[in-house]
């Protein structure tokens, strides 16, 4: 059974069931998710399209049907008793669903920690009592675990398996119609309905600036699966700016970019390893955000940033995301060459960091272990 609240949870599951059905082709898989695990052929019995929402009042807002997604799953564990419980991300609803499913000895394997090395490290316990075995994304996160002798594997990053462009930069250039002379930047407001409406016009806007200022000038919209085409042409028919928007193939129009504005998360990872110049940006509701400051003890959000320890990627949080800021730092990573050079030798650093891969592969292993 595998539980998965948000878009990224739903593509890393479905790598996991399709490398599991490699090992075990009479493997059954039901549960919670969106399209891509559907695709792998995992049985959807609740679509977590409606309940992917980041932050303290955004989950408020959709609390009740929160709560009815984790009743019907609390009942699935009960009436279907699987044999495993894969837990992936989505931390604090898979938290319960791992308890009530441990109480009834189901045994979980939770997929991707929470980050208890920017807040909350004492959560360590408090999963390590709901599970049977964490698997982190991180090499440094697996000290968190031993020190309280609680089960962990490092798996390595997802990211570093999926993120491969499917066509030359050449082809792609052609296919998108994009004019390889002149600059290309791209926007990733996000994959959430809530990102789109709080930080695509804040992008459009800082477009807006950069065309009036770089001749020539492009621009890409790699759309997420999450995001329906009505959402997002609603903003970018306001805009004065022509976006390419390309479904389908975000490694190939992220490939095609000389920088990228992006929201923070794992789409920051995602270009990193493509080692495409960024400048990071994030807008929560006030009150989330101020009780994030309050909570979170680490330098940086950008997870480039984190993996490396330094604040090589600028970060334009809350008040300081405004297209002006935006616009700023993308002509500068566009007119400073050394400055662009400096970036992309760091966004190499981050991909030696994050290892060779494999990530899929090792969470089936370590899921056919504990099945056995």
């Given at each position: 059974?595998?539980?998965?609240?948000?878009?990224?949870?739903?593509?890393?599951?479905?790598?996991?069931?399709?490398?599991?059905?490699?090992?075990?082709?009479?493997?059954?898989?039901?549960g919670m998710g969106g399209?891509?695990?559907?695709?792998a052929g995992i049985d959807?019995?609740?679509?977590?399209?409606?309940?992917?929402?980041?932050?303290?009042?955004?989950?408020?807002?959709?609390?009740?049907?929160?709560?009815?997604?984790?009743?019907?799953?609390?009942?699935?564990?009960?009436?279907?008793?699987?044999?495993?419980?894969?837990?992936?991300?989505?931390?604090?609803?898979?938290?319960?669903?791992?308890?009530?499913?441990?109480?009834?000895?189901?045994?979980?394997?939770?997929?991707?920690?929470?980050?208890?090395?920017?807040?909350?490290?004492?959560?360590?316990?408090?999963?390590?009592?709901?599970?049977?075995?964490?698997?982190?994304?991180?090499?440094?996160?697996?000290?968190?675990?031993?020190?309280?002798?609680?089960?962990?594997?490092?798996?390595?990053?997802?990211?570093?398996?999926?993120?491969?462009?499917?066509?030359?930069?050449?082809?792609?250039?052609?296919?998108?119609?994009?004019?390889?002379?002149?600059?290309?930047?791209?926007?990733?407001?996000?994959?959430?309905?809530?990102?789109?409406?709080?930080?695509?016009?804040?992008?459009?806007?800082?477009?807006?600036?950069?065309?009036?200022?770089?001749?020539?000038?492009?621009?890409?919209?790699?759309?997420?699966?999450?995001?329906?085409?009505?959402?997002?042409?609603?903003?970018?028919?306001?805009?004065?700016?022509?976006?390419?928007?390309?479904?389908?193939?975000?490694?190939?129009?992220?490939?095609?970019?000389?920088?990228?504005?992006?929201?923070?998360?794992?789409?920051?990872?995602?270009?990193?390893?493509?080692?495409?110049?960024?400048?990071?940006?994030?807008?929560?509701?006030?009150?989330?955000?101020?009780?994030?400051?309050?909570?979170?003890?680490?330098?940086?959000?950008?997870?480039?940033?984190?993996?490396?320890?330094?604040?090589?990627?600028?970060?334009?949080?809350?008040?300081?995301?405004?297209?002006?800021?935006?616009?700023?730092?993308?002509?500068?990573?566009?007119?400073?060459?050394?400055?662009?050079?400096?970036?992309?030798?760091?966004?190499?650093?981050?991909?030696?960091?994050?290892?060779?891969?494999?990530?899929?592969?090792?969470?089936?292993?370590?899921?056919?272990?504990?099945?056995?």
């Amino acid at each position: 059974m595998f539980s998965a609240g948000e878009s990224s949870g739903d593509q890393h599951a479905a790598n996991m069931f399709l490398e599991l059905k490699k090992h075990q082709s009479d493997l059954k898989g039901f549960g919670m998710g969106g399209a891509k695990m559907a695709q792998a052929g995992i049985d959807i019995r609740y679509d977590s399209g409606s309940i992917g929402v980041i932050g303290i009042v955004e989950v408020l807002k959709h609390y009740g049907e929160i709560r009815r997604a984790l009743k019907l799953m609390q009942q699935l564990v009960s009436i279907e008793r699987p044999d495993l419980l894969v837990c992936v991300d989505y931390k604090e609803f898979n938290l319960k669903l791992a308890r009530f499913a441990k109480q009834r000895g189901i045994k979980v394997l939770f997929y991707v920690s929470p980050q208890v090395w920017a807040w909350r490290p004492g959560r360590v316990k408090t999963y390590g009592k709901a599970i049977d075995m964490m698997a982190v994304i991180f090499p440094f996160e697996t000290a968190y675990y031993d020190a309280e002798n609680i089960p962990v594997r490092y798996v390595g990053h997802p990211s570093v398996d999926k993120v491969h462009p499917q066509h030359s930069l050449a082809e792609d250039l052609v296919s998108f119609r994009l004019d390889g002379n002149k600059p290309v930047v791209g926007l990733l407001p996000g994959s959430r309905a809530n990102e789109i409406n709080r930080m695509l016009p804040v992008m459009l806007a800082a477009a807006e600036r950069l065309q009036a200022r770089i001749p020539g000038i492009q621009f890409v919209l790699p759309q997420a699966d999450s995001i329906n085409d009505e959402m997002l042409e609603n903003y970018i028919q306001q805009s004065a700016v022509k976006i390419t928007v390309i479904k389908n193939q975000p490694y190939d129009a992220i490939q095609c970019c000389d920088v990228v504005m992006t929201t923070s998360g794992t789409a920051t990872l995602e270009i990193a390893l493509l080692t495409v110049p960024m400048v990071i940006t994030y807008k929560l509701a006030s009150l989330t955000y101020w009780l994030g400051r309050w909570l979170v003890n680490t330098a940086f959000i950008g997870l480039p940033n984190i993996v490396l320890g330094k604040g090589f990627i600028k970060e334009l949080i809350q008040h300081e995301a405004t297209a002006e800021n935006l616009a700023e730092e993308i002509e500068r990573i566009l007119m400073d060459k050394s400055y662009a050079d400096q970036m992309r030798d760091n966004l190499k650093q981050v991909k030696l960091q994050l290892g060779q891969g494999g990530g899929s592969k090792k969470m089936a292993d370590l899921a056919l272990e504990m099945l056995k």
